[in-house]
């Protein structure tokens, strides 16, 4: 018997070669996206989940309540991780942590690589395998170093190197340190990347840093011992806090500060290293969001339910031609069972073979989606447990709904009404529009959420952020010299060229540079009783000029000389208070006054998420310069950009040139809402492209029900448009509604996405027009040519089908 289900199954497939096709198509290509994009959710959803002991490891976080509100950051002073060890129980392991970029030598050669300056007690807390070398221990020494396989490769060519020694550049000199364990490479799902792990005491700041509580510059990473909760950890903090920051809680509470709910003024907070990857802190407290990954997989379910609402009208389009065989099957003593059997296996074969096409796809195109959507997912992912269980639910979910649906609609017709050949049943219309009109909702939404993404990154983009970003050109400062006489160098190397304007550094970059790093500082001072904080930025002298940025008043620094006075932005001049900021003396260093010499339109310096905060210009030729600015001219700039590289590697023979223009910075800041809306503007497409081939099998079903009634209008005398317009306006009017239905709920959605970012655009009413536009276009487009040509159909054929 079942044997027979699928010969005949097979049978009628092949003899309804146009229906089989589209469906075949439009869930195999469906699935295709599906996987893809479920793969590529699940790698952001799987961030830090290798460590064995992830889920008693925590980021801490220090949370204060400021005059303006709360504030949240992750940095901390040196003596808070061994303090709090030895005194709030329940710590296990802890571990301060700076990722940084350092210069490598060994022999002639000098690497750039990503290092991070950590504990004893990182490789007991995170799961990095060591693989030759010491593995118990592997930074038991000051100058002990543990490398990766890919940073020793880099540095030695092999990983062999256990025992060998290279030197670091540690604040301008070459200190050497002896490879001790050679880890295996890092993970593409860890937040912690690095390529050499060093003792955190052999970092450049550690010696003047490690007494001080107010001089906060890295990370925390705590282990809690078994059974010991987070929630009773930071229950017993408190009272280290209050020992250990009570100054600062007193400061606060000067300053009208208001405290939290708990009367708490400062608290430690513990993020789970699982949510640390989803955390932010632009809004002053700690905020978790998957939201991006979510949305991803409700792209991907949209996809999907789109290609089975098709499937379930094209199956419905199909009954009108089969009720003949349905009549007949019944008259035969066919049980309703067994029809429903007979339809399922039809649409088993369908899914069965749309699945197959539809890995086979996903595994081809790949590469393409990983280079397209910038993730670094991989075939493995698809044999993981997690990925195999959801694949199968999801088939084995519309095997039985999407199948069985079609199915039991057939096996419930009546002998009369099969054998009459009519199907009358608005019921199930009511279904079927149903499901259309949350088909073209979905295609809506996903139209306007497009049109809006795009627009706000193209905002972003050519937003005016108040310095020159299009002739500016930075690079790190990664070679031997010492920072502050590398640009120097390059200032009397470019001199001669014409096309130079200008050259600057600065400890800090603008948007993403190809290193891929990013840093910013941030102190308070005491400044007439109360407590200031800005953002702080040590510059050379010819910053500002270099930067592109507008003097509202006072002067730039001149020269070198210039080392004992400040330049300021706006946003600080309106912190100081000040009716003429000029007259200002910071008190930024104790004893030491620096004259505020000039104020700098505010311009954006971070993230267009985030509003602009004071800043603190600062010239000292004691601390480093890590980024290098040239100021090229709008003539020849691919020219000057070649003449600053060949200067570059003059001066710096043995170290990688890394230079960008700001404006390709800032667009790398934006990666991850580009890579969202490709995502989603390919879904839009893809909705579109299936619903179509839902209104297609539709406007057939529909021209096959009313054939004669076409024949009988143009007997008397109907033209072709009038015939056209009443067999697509039940059509059109589906669309308005789903229009109807989606403008309200895309609206809130996108409002509230817009959120996000401080400067935004205004979410005007033609995105929703438009994507309605375009949606009422390609409706008609598609079920145009059917209606049309069944309107333009010789009546006497038409009338031959009764």
């Known amino acids: 018997m079942i044997k027979n289900y699928f010969k005949i199954a097979w049978r009628n497939l092949l003899k309804d070669k146009v229906n089989t096709s589209l469906n075949i198509t439009g869930l195999s290509v469906a699935c295709a996206v599906a996987i893809l994009l479920g793969m590529a959710a699940m790698f952001q959803l799987s961030y830090d989940g290798f460590h064995e002991r992830g889920e008693s490891i925590y980021k801490m976080v220090r949370t204060e309540q400021t005059p303006k509100g709360p504030k949240a950051g992750t940095v901390h002073a040196a003596p808070l991780a061994p303090t709090l060890g030895a005194e709030v129980a329940g710590v296990k392991h802890i571990s301060r942590m700076v990722q940084d970029g350092t210069l490598a030598l060994f ?8 290092i991070v300056w950590v504990d004893q007690d990182f490789f007991s807390m995170f799961s990095f395998p060591v693989l030759h070398g010491n593995e118990k221990e592997p930074l038991a020494d000051l100058n002990d170093v543990v490398l990766t396989e890919e940073g020793a490769q880099k540095l030695f060519g092999s990983t062999d190197v256990v025992g060998k020694t290279f030197n670091l550049m540690v604040n301008g000199e070459e200190k050497p340190f002896t490879v001790s364990a050679i880890a295996k490479d890092i993970v593409p799902q860890s937040n912690l990347d690095f390529q050499i792990a060093a003792r955190f005491e052999s970092h450049r700041e550690y010696n003047e840093a490690k007494e001080q509580w107010d001089r906060q510059y890295h990370e925390v990473f705590v282990e809690l011992k078994q059974g010991v909760l987070a929630s009773s950890f930071e229950q017993s903090s408190k009272s280290f806090v209050d020992l250990y920051y009570g100054e600062g809680i007193e400061r606060l509470k000067r300053d009208g500060a208001t405290a939290d709910e708990n009367a708490r003024f400062i ?11 989803f955390a932010s802190f632009k809004n002053g407290t700690v905020e978790v969001s998957r939201s991006r990954p979510y949305l991803i997989f409700g792209v991907a379910l949209l996809i ?35 029809l429903f059997f007979q339809f399922w296996s039809e649409s088993l074969f369908v899914f069965i073979i749309s699945i197959s096409i539809g890995v086979v ?3 081809v195109f790949l590469n393409d989606f990983k280079s397209m959507f910038n993730t670094q997912i991989s075939s493995s992912m698809f044999w993981s447990p997690m990925f195999l269980v959801g694949l199968l639910l999801s088939i084995l979910t519309i095997t039985v709904v999407v199948g069985g649906y079609p199915a039991l609609l057939m096996s419930r017709l009546g002998t009369i009404q099969s054998l009459k050949g009519k199907l009358e049943s608005s019921g199930n219309n009511q279904v079927r529009n149903v499901l259309m009109v949350f088909q073209f ?9 497009t049109l809006v993404l795009w627009s706000q990154i193209d905002y972003m983009r050519n937003k005016d952020l108040g310095f020159d970003k299009e002739q500016v050109v930075s690079f790190p400062l990664n070679g031997k010299r010492n920072s502050h006489d590398m640009v120097d160098l390059l200032r009397d190397e470019l001199s001669g060229n014409a096309e130079i304007v ?15 790093s990013r840093s910013s500082s941030g102190i308070g001072f005491e400044y007439k009783g109360r407590i200031v904080m800005t953002n702080f930025l040590i510059v050379d002298h010819e910053y500002v000029q270099t930067l592109g940025l507008d003097m ?13 006075g400040v330049v300021i ?6 912190e100081l208070g000040e009716q003429d900021p000029l007259t200002s003396q910071l008190e930024i260093e104790d004893g030491i006054f620096y004259p505020v010499l000039g104020v700098v339109k505010d311009y954006n310096f971070k993230d267009l998420d985030r509003a602009i905060a004071p800043m603190t210009f600062f010239m000292s030729r004691q601390q480093d310069l890590t980024y290098g600015f040239v100021k090229v001219a709008p003539t020849k700039m691919a020219n000057s950009f070649v003449a600053l590289e060949n200067a570059w590697k003059k001066l710096e023979p043995n170290a990688d040139f890394l230079g960008s223009f700001l404006d390709e910075n800032i667009d790398r800041t934006f990666r991850q809402e580009k890579t969202t809306a490709k995502m989603i503007s390919s879904g839009s497409l893809l909705a579109i492209v299936l619903s179509c081939m839902g209104l297609f099998a539709m406007s057939l079903l529909i021209v096959q029900q009313r054939t004669k009634e076409i024949g009988v209008r143009k007997v008397i005398g109907a033209s072709v448009g009038s015939i056209t317009y009443i067999l697509t306006k039940d059509f059109l009017k589906l669309v308005l509604i789903a229009f109807i239905i989606a403008s309200p709920l895309s609206w809130y959605i996108l409002k509230e996405w817009l959120q996000n970012y401080t400067y935004r655009i205004d979410l005007s009413v033609w995105f929703f027009i438009g994507a309605g536009a375009i949606a009422v276009v390609i409706a008609m487009l598609t079920i145009g040519t059917r209606t049309i040509r069944a309107a333009r159909a010789n009546p006497v054929k038409s009338l031959r089908t009764e």
């Open 107 to 114: 022999g002639e050669k000098e690497v750039n690589m990503d």
């Open 267 to 277: 608290n430690l907070e513990l993020v789970p290293l699982k949510d640390v990857h």
């Open 304 to 338: 999907l339910f789109i290609a089975c609402i098709n499937y379930i009208n094209m199956s419905i389009a199909k009954t009108a031609k089969r009720l003949k065989e349905i009549g007949m099957r019944k008259t035969l003593g066919a049980q309703k069972k067994q």
């Open 361 to 363: 796809l996903s595994l």
């Open 441 to 449: 909702s979905i295609a809506i939404i996903m139209i306007v959420g």
């Open 502 to 516: 200008s050259v600057s550094g600065s400890d800090s970059n603008l948007g993403l540079g190809k290193d891929g």
């Open 552 to 564: 509202v008043a006072g002067r730039n620094f001149e020269s070198a000389a210039d080392s004992l």
């Open 569 to 574: 932005n706006e946003s600080m001049a309106k």
